[in-house]
């Protein structure tokens, strides 16, 4: 069985009921051949790029399944015949993405409680060292001092 992403494109004047029992048509087929349905993504009404069957808008859904290489088939020919369809188009991904599995309750969600472990001691910081000012006399040697390193690099 092979990994399938199959996105559609209806009209976008159908009924919300509609569009589910367009959708479960498809699903129908899936599952019928033996296919496993991994997601459903409805994104809903969006503008088309371009205008198809005179519509500028259309209702996308895509359809996330792994099935055996028939269904693909079986699925575009349903789907030729299908007035409520502007566009559709089947791919197999170069990878399987991960969805999200769906939301546990709340007592499956949360972990048995266990004892926190108990903060490492932080280090006393040790004491910086106070400056001290400094005398006449250490300050005249500094500028002496500073005055002969400028004198030997001129």
Known sequence: MKFYETGLIFVPQLDESEFDNEIKKVTDIIESNSGNIEKVDRWGIRRLAYEIKKKTQGYYTFIYYTSPTEVPGKIETMLRINENCLRFMTIVPDYKPEFEKPEKSEREERPAPQAAPEP?????????????????EEAEKKEEEMKGDEEENL
């Open 120 to 136: 490492a001691p932080e280090p006393e910081p040790k004491p910086t060292p106070i400056p001290q000012p400094e005398t006449e």
